[in-house]
């Protein structure tokens, strides 16, 4: 209990001694002074710190476009809608967050400047920043805050309105000041305020095909399905910030065309480039390509664990040593992912459990497994489609030639992409799917494997599950943490139904001009905010 | 004569009527909707019933179609169901993109197949005749991103002539149009030059077998000049006829070369629609591109009819 108070003052200490060093206010040394003092016992990254030093003098000027995959003509800017890298690349030009993630993944103040939890996680107090102004003049306040997280609750038709749901009680103390109830203790609740369906606007707004947000840009064009044109708005909050004088975001879906775009000069950067070409642009001299290794997609094929044959643990097991790991890797997405320990956390994650050892293919023991089950030469069906993700057909046939070699006959039915995500997803017995990866342990495990989740793929409900992970949720020691998700990792990589083989870098591409544009912990172009962090040298 | 024109304009409205339910029904057919395709991974069984209440897909499917075709009637289109656009200010710059495509890649691809066809029926069994259908075969045959991608490589990566990317914007000069489309006219018009041109080989061949024609030689007058007088005329209907089919499709098919080079058309614009699932949407680009292909095909018939004496004149 004490602990918790001492902590919660602390995370408050520490993130007032790092707005002033953001602020230029403080020197590095006696920040660093400062953080001793406080005996937080943070660790502070390097690369956290240097960051802040790198965007201390960036060159303000130019007009950079991005060549984006991720875009439809059904677009818009309204944040309950958003599901893809184009809106949300644009939605952090124009507006902010309440919480942004350094490049390692830990929760740093934006709209919310910085905040304590009560002992037991339950109740948190929130500082909004002050100072802060709309495109429209209008100054940021508790009431806009309210609004913004507001939309997405109750009655609402945002995917985020499942990860708010712990939220009892939102109270305005003052104008700069809210107080949140959970429904539980939930140490890693900023985590979630930083989804990025959780933009800020003002109190009451609704128009948002003329979007007035917090952010370093303005819009001034959007053509969905086509692209975007932001103008610098020149007043922003963030010093060091939406450098760019004008920013294009064009939707270019086909990846040929993207990639030469980015080699003719068309745009200055480019997401999502295929790893089957990326080795040749990689010694392109105009161009750099920034890989985020280890913390991308992760793909799994997921079974039903309620569904017969998928009940029968032996098969389980079978299947997840009848898959060959590496080879997919090489093949697929030549050598750029690293392999999945059929479970959806990443060695990015403090929590990772470093101690379960990586299964590797084993025809051997995938046989002994299915002969232990006891289905004799039964088939068994995968489903499998580009509506999964792109290369999810390709994969699946690689799985199937693996299998054979264990003496298991794997079906793999290729279904349309139309519909995938209704008809395929959540409903057929053994079927491919894709996991973006989620900030905190608690987040991944809860919206993937608990109970109650309406996302829990593989219908794997273990109360013992659910019981550990509540607890961690609210446990403010870290190192009974980490053992709990130890064991929760162990758990589902053991008894689980999905089968987690890749987890994929994140290939981007830029004009060698072009900086602050390093790796993040969670999405690609540097968190979808290269509008707003990069410049040009 | 007026009156060929106004019963086929007649029956032209009552096929674009008929399309209109065909692809309402079609759209309703298919598995999923709107809240499902635009919520995705997101969509849970609340968050679905709510999208669902606020466009008012709980309705009857014959009240939600009869509402669309009375507002159409009127010329409302209706709005966007996943970003509440209204429709026909969306689709009025996508659509003048795609006819200024099209028009473009028919400048140069409709006057150069007749010319070719006709140089090549002159030229039978010669060498100039083997040479254009070979070349005009293959450029058919070839997938058309296949050559999108082999143009963009040569002429905009490797040799920078021409951008790879031909995104055309509303405000640009219609010179600077030209220069962004050119790649994507090239490619089109290498798709359709085949078709026009071997018809218009074969009608005019068909036509030398005729007795006038043997009689027009037996007079004295060259090839090219019984080409050009008398058989041309008479070969105009089926030429005519393949050169509006073709217009059609370089105003409806061209997805591809949208996707490949980038360029806002109507095509990826309804493709989009139909992955989503925004039914006034589908409905809209499928009354243009029928509309399309029933006016282009009327406007074919009546020429036809206008080019040949003898249905002008009917005794």
Redesign the interface.
């Known amino acids: 209990m004490r602990g918790a108070t001492k902590k919660g003052i602390a995370v408050e200490e520490y993130n007032k001694l790092k707005h002033m060093f953001d602020k230029g206010a403080l020197s590095r040394r006696d920040f660093m002074a400062g953080v001793a003092m406080i005996g937080a016992g943070m660790a502070v990254t390097p690369s956290l710190l240097s960051g802040t030093a790198q965007a201390a003098t960036p060159k303000v000027g130019g007009n950079f476009i991005i060549g984006m995959e991720g875009g439809s003509a059904t677009d818009s800017l309204d944040p309950r809608t958003y599901s893809d890298s184009v809106m949300i690349g644009a939605s952090l030009a124009v507006y902010n967050c309440m919480v942004e993630f350094d490049s390692n993944g830990n929760p740093t103040g934006e709209l919310l400047e910085s905040w304590e939890a009560k002992p037991g996680a339950k109740e948190w107090i929130f500082n909004v920043r002050k100072g802060v102004k709309f495109s429209n003049g209008k100054t940021l306040t508790a009431d806009d805050i309210i609004y913004s997280i507001g939309i997405h609750r109750g009655e609402t038709k945002s995917p985020a309105k499942g990860i708010l749901k712990q939220i009892t009680e939102i109270k305005k103390i003052n104008d700069n000041q809210i107080q949140m109830t959970l429904e539980g203790g939930n140490a890693d609740f900023p985590v979630i305020l930083g989804d990025y369906h959780l933009v800020v606007v003002p109190d009451g707004f609704t128009d948002w095909q003329k979007p007035i947000g917090t952010g370093g840009y303005t819009l001034e064009k959007f053509e969905p399905g086509v692209g975007l044109k932001f103008k610098r708005r020149g007043d922003y909050w963030k010093a060091g910030r939406a450098n760019f004088e004008t920013v294009e975001i064009r939707n270019i879906q086909d990846v040929a065309a993207r990639t030469a775009a980015l080699q003719s000069g068309q745009v200055h950067a480019a997401n999502r480039l295929d790893p089957r070409t990326v080795n040749l642009l990689m010694k392109d001299k105009k161009l750099n390509v920034v890989r985020t290794k280890g913390t991308g997609n992760r793909f799994c094929f997921v079974s039903r664990v309620t569904d017969a044959p998928f009940d029968n643990k032996d098969l389980r097991t079978a299947l997840k040593y009848g898959i060959d790991r590496q080879k997919i890797i090489d093949q697929v997405y030549s050598g750029f992912a690293t392999p999945g320990n059929d479970h959806t956390l990443d060695a990015g994650n403090p929590f990772y459990n470093t101690s379960l050892p990586q299964r590797k293919y084993d025809p051997d023991k995938a046989a002994f497994h299915f002969k232990k089950a006891g289905l004799g030469n039964a088939k068994i069906e995968l489903q499998a489609s580009e509506g999964a993700w792109g290369s999810a057909v390709d994969c699946a046939q690689l799985y199937q030639e693996s299998l054979k070699k264990a003496g298991i006959n794997l079906d793999v039915k290729k279904v349309s992409a139309d519909g995938y995500w209704d008809n395929v997803w959540l409903k057929v017995p053994f079927c491919a799917v894709y996991w973006g990866r989620r900030l905190s342990a608690d987040q991944t495990f809860t919206q993937v494997y608990s109970s109650a989740s309406d996302w829990n793929d593989s219908n794997w409900k273990r109360p013992e599950f659910d019981k550990l992970i509540t607890e961690a949720r609210a446990e403010l020691d870290q190192k009974k943490r980490k053992e709990m998700y130890w064991k929760a990792q162990e758990m589902i990589s053991d008894d689980g139904g999905m089968i987690c083989f890749a987890i994929t870098d994140y290939l981007d591409g830029y004009a060698k001009n072009v900086v602050n544009n390093e790796p993040h912990a969670r999405y690609d172009l540097n968190d979808q905010r290269i509008a707003e962090k990069g410049s040009f040298a | 004569m007026l009156k060929t024109i106004v019963i086929r304009v007649a029956l032209g409205l009552l096929t674009l009527w008929a399309v209109s339910i065909l692809i309402f029904g079609a759209t309703e057919i298919?598995?999923?909707d709107v809240?499902?395709?635009?919520?995705?991974?997101?969509?849970?069984?609340?968050?679905?019933a709510?999208?669902r209440h606020?466009l008012g897909l709980d309705r009857p499917s014959y009240v939600r179609y009869l509402e669309w075709f009375f507002n159409a009637l009127h010329g409302d289109l209706g709005i966007?169901m996943?970003?509440?656009?209204v429709i026909v200010e969306?689709i009025a710059?996508r659509l003048s993109n795609t006819l200024f495509l099209a028009g473009y890649a028919a400048l140069i691809a409709v006057p150069t197949s007749v010319v070719l066809g006709i140089v090549a029926a002159i030229n039978e069994g010669k060498f100039v005749d083997r040479f254009v259908n070979i070349i005009s075969l293959m450029t058919i045959s070839v997938p058309e991103f296949f050559i999108a991608?082999v143009l963009?490589?040569y002429l905009?990566?490797q040799f920078?002539v021409f951008?790879?990317?031909s995104?055309v914007f509303p405000e640009m000069e219609f010179s600077e149009k030209i220069y962004m489309a050119a790649l994507p006219a090239f490619t089109l018009t290498m798709l359709v030059m085949a078709h026009m041109l071997r018809m218009t080989r074969t009608s005019v061949l068909s036509i030398m077998s005729q007795p006038y024609i043997e009689m027009a030689f037996l007079k004295g007058l060259t090839r090219s000049q019984v080409i050009v007088r008398h058989a041309l005329p008479n070969a105009a209907a089926p030429i005519i006829s393949v050169i509006a089919l073709n217009l059609a499709y370089l105003i409806v098919g061209v997805v591809v070369i949208e996707?490949?080079?980038?360029y806002?058309g109507i095509g990826?614009?309804m493709v989009?629609?139909v992955?989503?699932r925004?039914l006034p949407?589908v409905q809209a680009c499928g009354l243009i591109f029928a509309g399309a292909f029933v006016g282009l095909n009327t406007v074919a018939d009546v020429l036809a009819i206008m080019v040949n004496p003898r249905l002008r004149h009917p005794r």
């Open positions: 298919l598995p999923g809240a499902s395709a635009v919520l995705g991974q997101g969509a849970t069984p609340e968050t679905l709510v999208f606020e966007a996943t970003n509440k656009r969306t710059p991608y963009i490589l905009a990566v920078e951008p790879s990317l995104t996707v490949v080079f980038v806002p990826q614009f989009d629609g992955a989503k925004d949407v």
